[in-house]
C-alpha cells in the first residue's frame, strides 16, 4: 500500500476531519494518521486535523492526549531533529452532537465559513445501542462454533425503539402534524453523518487536483438479514446497530451506480465545474473496545478470546484500536490513483482492516452479501486466510440486482428524510 503521490503546490496543506475523535476507534485513526502522515509527506507539507466531540471539556482533552502523541511520534521520528512535527501538524477542535440536527447544522455553517477545503471526512462516531448480552446464546455459540462466534456475533441485544429527544418545537409544526421519529442509533450512525456530509459538501469539492473524499465506518456485523427498506431507522429491529451498518454499505457500494446518481447528486451538490466527493466504506475489524458496557473481567476475557482468535488463523481481529484504524487511515491518506486503479481492477468494495498471527497489520477488501467484494458477479475472494460469513456465497446475478434495487430505495428514503427534517428545522426558525 502506498500513501502519496507527487502533489500539486496547492495540495500541500491537507485538511482532514475525524467524528468521534474523542476516544476507542476515533481516536486511534487520529493518531495513525498523524503518524501516517509524518511518515510519507514531504516536509513541505502539513495536516490541519479537525476533530469533533461532543463537548469542549472532552475537546480540551482530546487536543491534549494528541499533543503528547505527537511529540512521542517526534521522538520516535528517525529524522526528529530535522523535522518540525509541530509545525507540520495544527489541531483544531469542534464539537457537535449527531444526535441534535440543529448541532449538525451549526458545525457545517462554521466550517463552510472557516476552512478553504476539506480533503477528508472520517465519519467515525456512532452509537451501539447495547443493552446487555444475551449470554446463554453467547457461551454455546462460543463454545461450539469459535472463531466464528466472536466474528460475526448474534448475541448482542439492543434497545428496541431508542428515539433522540425533540429536534424542532412543537408550535412549528403545522396543526395536526407531530414531529417525525428519528431513531438514536440511526441518527448517530448513519443520519447525522449524513446530514453534516450535505451541509459541507462545497468544501469537500474545492481540491483542485482531486476530488475530497467522505469515509464512513462501517462494520463487519452488517448483515443482510437485519435490514429492512421498511424500517430504514431499525426503529422496530433488535439489531439496530448491525441494521445501521448494513445501510452504510448499501449506500456507499451504490454511490457511483447510475441509477443511485439523481439521489446522489442532489445530496452531494458539486458547484459547476467541481467534481463531487467519493465515498468509500472501510471497518477496523474486530476491536476490543467499549462499545458493549461489560465488567472489567470480561473485558480480558473477551481480549483474550480475540486474541485467540486471531492466533487460530482470523484476519479480522485487530484487537487494538491502532490496527483497526490501519483501513480507514490508509483509505484516507492513499493517492487517488491507487484507489482508482484499485477500482477499475476489481470494482468499488468494503476496505477492512486484517492481520496476520503475528498481528501485522493492513488494508484488504471485505465480502458484503449482495455485493461480493467489488460488485462483479461471481465475486469470491478465493482466499482460504480470508474467512467469510457462513451464509455468504459467491455473487450471483439476482443477488446484485436486488442489492442495487435495494440501494436505490435507501438513497431515496435518505433524501427524502434530509429535505424532511431540512424542512421542519427551517420553520422552527
Not at 32 to 59: A, M, N, Q, W, Y
Amino acid at each position: 500500500m502506498s500513501y502519496h503521490s507527487a502533489a500539486a503546490p496547492e495540495d500541500c496543506h491537507s485538511y482532514v476531519l475525524v467524528t468521534g475523535a474523542n476516544g476507542g476507534l476515533g481516536y486511534s485513526i487520529c493518531c495513525r494518521l498523524i503518524d501516517e502522515f509524518v511518515l510519507t509527506r514531504p516536509g513541505s507539507h502539513s495536516l490541519r486535523l479537525i476533530i469533533t466531540t461532543r463537548d469542549r471539556s472532552k475537546s480540551h482533552e482530546t487536543i491534549a492526549r494528541l499533543k503528547d502523541h505527537i511529540f512521542s511520534t517526534r521522538k520516535h521520528h528517525k529524522n526528529h531533529e530535522k523535522t518540525p512535527l509541530v509545525a507540520k501538524i495544527y489541531l483544531q477542535a469542534e464539537q457537535v452532537d449527531l444526535c441534535r440536527l440543529r448541532s449538525v447544522q451549526a458545525l457545517a455553517t462554521k466550517l463552510l465559513r472557516s476552512l478553504p477545503k476539506l480533503d477528508t471526512i472520517v465519519l467515525n462516531a456512532g452509537h451501539g445501542g447495547f443493552a446487555t448480552i444475551d449470554w446463554p446464546l453467547a457461551i454455546w455459540t462460543i463454545l461450539t462454533n469459535f472463531p466464528h462466534a466472536v466474528t460475526y456475533p448474534t448475541y448482542k441485544i439492543s434497545t428496541v425503539g431508542d428515539m433522540t429527544g425533540p429536534q424542532v418545537s412543537e408550535d412549528s409544526l403545522p396543526t395536526g402534524k407531530v414531529q417525525p421519529d428519528l431513531g438514536r442509533v440511526f441518527c448517530s450512525n448513519v443520519f447525522g453523518h449524513y446530514l453534516l456530509v450535505h451541509g459541507i459538501a462545497p468544501l469537500l469539492s474545492n481540491s483542485a487536483s482531486t476530488p475530497g473524499r467522505v469515509v464512513w465506518i462501517g462494520s463487519l456485523e452488517a448483515y443482510e438479514s437485519v435490514f429492512s427498506i421498511t424500517d430504514v431507522q431499525g426503529l422496530s429491529s433488535p439489531s439496530a446497530y448491525e441494521s445501521s451498518k448494513r445501510l452504510t454499505d448499501l449506500l456507499v457500494l451504490s454511490s457511483s451506480l447510475p441509477s443511485s446518481q439523481p439521489f446522489v447528486g442532489r445530496f452531494l451538490r458539486p458547484p459547476p465545474g467541481h467534481r463531487p466527493p467519493k465515498q468509500y466504506v472501510t471497518h477496523p475489524g474486530i476491536c476490543a473496545t467499549n462499545i458493549v458496557p461489560l465488567h472489567w473481567l470480561l473485558v480480558y476475557l473477551m481480549t483474550a478470546a480475540f486474541y485467540l482468535a486471531r492466533w487460530m488463523g482470523s484476519p479480522w481481529h485487530t484487537v487494538t484500536s491502532y490496527k483497526g484504524a490501519c483501513a480507514p487511515v490508509w483509505v484516507a491518506l492513499a493517492s487517488q490513483e491507487e484507489l482508482d486503479a484499485l477500482e477499475d481492477k476489481e470494482g468499488v468494495g468494503k476496505w477492512g482492516s486484517a492481520v496476520n498471527r503475528q498481528g501485522e497489520e493492513r488494508a484488504t477488501r471485505t465480502e458484503v452479501q449482495g455485493w461480493g467484494i467489488g460488485g462483479k458477479v461471481g465475486d469470491n475472494i478465493g482466499s482460504p486466510k480470508v474467512k467469510r460469513p457462513k451464509e455468504v456465497q459467491a455473487l450471483s446475478r439476482e443477488a446484485r440486482a436486488q442489492f442495487e434495487v435495494l440501494s436505490r430505495e435507501c438513497w431515496e428514503t435518505m433524501e427524502r428524510l434530509r429535505e424532511e427534517w431540512e424542512g421542519l428545522l427551517q420553520e422552527d426558525d
